[in-house]
T-cell receptor
C-alpha cells in the first residue's frame, strides 16, 4: 500500500535561515506529489505540486520542492524563512495507478520559525 | 479561483443529536469531493469520496450509516454525523477537485470543528 513518510515531526529554525522539510513515499508506480500548509484552525492551502515535467517545482511564498524518483523523495525547501511561515506542512501523494485520485497524507511537520 | 467553503466553521452539540456540515465549491464545479477527519496534531484521514449524483465511496473502517454523505449538486456536498457521540468530536475538512480535467489537485475548505458534549 502507498505510504508517505515525513520523518521530522517538528523543525525549529531561526528567521531568515534556510529550511528543508523531508518527504519520502513508497510507490512503484507513477504518482502526483503535493505540499500543503495548514495554519492553526484552518484548512489546507496548496503550496506546490508535481504532476510531470521539470523535477524542480516552485510554489507560493518562496517555497520549492524537488522530485527525486530514484530516492522516492519530494523535499520542500525555502532559502530564507519568515515568522509567518510557522505552520504545519503536509506532504501528500496521489497514486495514479489507483485511478481514484485519492490523497495519502504524511503525518505532517510542524515548522516553527524563531525570532 | 478554486475556493471551497464549509459551514458551519464550529459546532457544539449534545450527544445523540445529528449534525450536518456543508461543503461548497464557490467558483467551480466539483465532480468529486472528499471528506477528511483530522484529530489534534495528526494528519488527515480520508473518510469518503463523493461523486455528484452517485453514492459515496467510504474508506475501510468508516461507518456509512453514521457518516451520511450527500453530493446533490456539482457545488455542494454534505456530511451528516448521525447520533453523534463525544468520540466523534474532531476537525472535519472537505476538499474538491476541478472536474475531470483537473481531478489531480484537491482544494480544501477551512474545516469544521465539531464538539460533542
Amino acid at each position: 500500500a502507498q505510504s508517505v513518510t515525513q520523518l521530522d515531526s517538528q523543525v525549529p529554525v531561526f528567521e531568515e535561515a534556510p529550511v528543508e522539510l523531508r518527504c519520502n513515499y513508497s510507490s512503484s508506480v507513477s504518482v502526483y506529489l503535493f505540499w500543503y500548509v495548514q495554519y492553526p484552525n484552518q484548512g489546507l492551502q496548496l503550496l506546490l505540486k508535481y504532476l510531470s515535467g521539470s523535477t524542480l517545482v516552485k510554489g507560493i511564498n518562496g517555497f520549492e520542492a524537488e522530485f527525486n524518483k530514484s530516492q522516492t523523495s519530494f523535499h520542500l525547501r525555502k532559502p530564507s524563512v519568515h515568522i509567518s511561515d510557522t505552520a504545519e506542512y503536509f506532504c501528500a501523494v496521489s497514486d495514479l495507478g489507483s485511478g481514484t485520485y485519492k490523497y495519502i497524507f504524511g503525518t505532517g511537520t510542524r515548522l516553527k520559525v524563531l525570532a | 479561483g478554486a475556493v471551497v467553503s464549509q459551514h458551519p466553521s464550529r459546532v457544539i452539540c449534545k450527544s445523540g443529536t445529528s449534525v450536518k456540515i456543508e461543503c461548497r465549491s464557490l467558483d467551480f464545479q466539483a465532480t468529486t469531493m472528499f471528506w477528511y477527519r483530522q484529530f489534534p496534531k495528526q494528519s488527515l484521514m480520508l473518510m469518503a469520496t463523493s461523486n455528484e449524483g452517485s453514492k459515496a465511496t467510504y474508506e475501510q473502517g468508516v461507518e456509512k450509516d453514521k457518516f451520511l454523505i450527500n453530493h446533490a449538486s456539482l457545488t455542494l456536498s454534505t456530511l451528516t454525523v448521525t447520533s453523534a457521540h463525544p468520540e466523534d468530536s474532531s476537525f472535519y475538512i472537505c476538499s474538491a477537485s476541478l472536474g475531470l480535467a483537473g481531478r489531480d489537485t484537491q482544494y480544501f475548505g477551512p474545516g469544521t470543528r465539531l464538539t460533542v458534549l
